[in-house]
């Protein structure tokens, strides 16, 4: 246990909370500024599904990856080390264009495997793979932010206050959101390219993170959890596999409770990233001005972030103030925000006007708040290999949503309407709400009760 002051622990988690959002204006920047690159680089929707097919591929090779050496290395000096190779290929997207020319002139082959619709010809093959190798290399790194985070606060806050320390976490996504189509509003103009100074200011501020966490993290801040594992360590996941002590009970509710998980935070996910990518394209198919599509965003995501916030207060009280295991606290709070999303399958049918708005404001608020109480539970299954939880998590998810980004674009290629995807988008969440109810409880759940 760290001899740290008490608000240490708020801090760090104010620090994560900053790092996620930084994550996010990199990753969110190209979905803000995609109708200006689409129309100078001649691209179209189905190449944008591609660009974030990758991003999302490459996503879960790193969660993968970079989850197995979370585990192995050191979080405080692997953490600004991705931190970098994001905001690197943030600052690299600026000039994707120029990327995809030199990579044909080393590898005139990739220029074959480029595979686009129409408008089809060198210019736009050669930007289309820049950017989506920029991508790439933006969705490896970014994988490296979530083994990180979650080990971080698995190791310096209790299993009451995981929810609301997760919750703090993961709003720094809607806060980031929030700001990059403001910064997009003032940075880009009518002027060809202005684009580009978005992704390289981004980038560069991001790196600047670095220097406070060096200053506040300490190897030994991180080593030690602070109370024990609800699956002691001899049955954790990597026993699950190779089990010494024969114990099938735990072993049996280890794997029903990862797969549960999948259950979760597949659906959650797709519904999630949707939002992200496709709003600002849906917004202006309904006739809404690139002047409006900006600050509405920003509203979106500033009521995500409430959302969020709201559902891991929500558990936190009724965990601490109301006597509710922390278990039935999150629960209630998870499927209240999915009912909430459901309100997409309406907004498919839905004109210009307010009640559109509004219903994607109701989506914002409960699509975000799906994830603290889902990050609770990850946390519930080892402490030892966070890293390879949250890996193998991400790695389904993100391959997950990655074929459903490419779906999304073919198929508003093809019939020219974001209904299918929308009424998909909401009611999707509702499987992790029946995904619950097989959550049950673990042999080793008896002792570890006292440490809850």
């Not at 600026?94 to 002139?105: C, F, K, M, P, T």
């Not at 408008?119 to 994988?143: H, K, N, Q, V, W």
């Not at 597949?266 to 198919?285: G, H, S, V």
Request: proline content about 5%; charged content about 15%; aromatic content about 12%.
């Amino acid at each position: 246990m760290t001899s740290r002051p008490p608000a240490w622990k708020w801090t760090i988690c104010g620090l994560l909370f900053l790092a996620t959002m930084l994550m996010y204006m990199d990753r969110q920047t190209l979905a803000e500024s995609i109708s200006r690159i689409m129309a100078e680089l001649h691209l179209d929707e189905t190449h944008y599904g591609q660009m974030e097919k990758g991003f999302g591929l490459s996503f879960a090779l790193g969660a993968i990856v970079l989850g197995l050496i979370a585990d192995r290395v050191s979080v405080r000096w692997l953490y600004p080390a991705v931190l970098i190779g994001w905001s690197s290929a943030g600052i690299a997207t600026a000039y994707g264009d120029s990327i995809g020319e030199a990579l044909v002139s080393l590898c005139p082959w990739l220029l074959d495997k480029t595979q686009l619709t129409t408008p089809d010809y060198i210019g736009s093959r050669t930007a289309f793979l820049g950017m989506y190798a920029c991508r790439i290399a933006l969705g490896f790194f970014e994988a490296g932010h979530w083994p990180c985070a979650l080990i971080t606060t698995q190791r310096i806050l209790s299993a009451r206050d995981r929810t609301f320390g997760n919750g703090l976490l993961q709003s720094g996504a809607s806060v980031g959101a929030v700001l990059t189509p403001i910064i997009i509003y003032f940075v880009v103009t009518s002027q060809a390219g202005s684009w580009r100074l978005a992704f390289q200011s981004i980038g560069f501020i991001g790196m600047f993170w670095i220097i406070p966490w060096l200053l506040l993290i300490r190897d030994s801040d991180l080593r030690s959890p602070p109370e024990q594992s609800p699956l002691p360590p001899a049955k954790d996941v990597q026993n699950v596999l190779s089990p010494a002590d024969g114990n099938s009970a735990v072993v049996i509710a280890t794997i029903r409770r990862f797969l549960v998980l999948l259950a979760i935070v597949i659906p959650i996910n797709l519904t999630w990233q949707f939002f992200r990518a496709w709003m600002p394209l849906i917004l202006e198919r309904r006739g809404y001005e690139q002047d409006f599509i900006p600050w509405f965003r920003a509203g979106f995501f500033l009521v995500a972030d409430v959302g969020c916030i709201a559902a891991g207060m929500l558990s936190k009280h009724l965990a601490q103030q109301r006597g509710w295991s922390p278990h039935a606290a999150r629960s209630l709070a998870f499927v209240v925000c999915a009912l909430l999303t459901t309100v997409s399958m309406l907004a498919g049918s839905l004109p210009q006007g307010w009640l559109l708005l509004a219903s994607f404001l109701v989506i914002g608020f409960g699509s975000l708040g799906l994830f603290p109480p889902f990050y609770s539970l990850t946390q519930e299954i080892s402490k030892r290999h966070q890293g390879l939880v949250t890996g193998a998590l991400g790695c389904i998810t993100w391959i997950a949503s990655s074929y459903m980004q490419e779906w999304v674009g073919n198929t508003v290629k093809a019939t020219g309407s974001y209904g299918a995807a929308l009424f998909f988008a909401g009611m999707v969440p509702l499987v992790g709400c029946v995904a619950l109810l097989f959550w049950g409880r673990s042999p080793s759940d008896e002792k570890a009760a006292p440490h809850a």
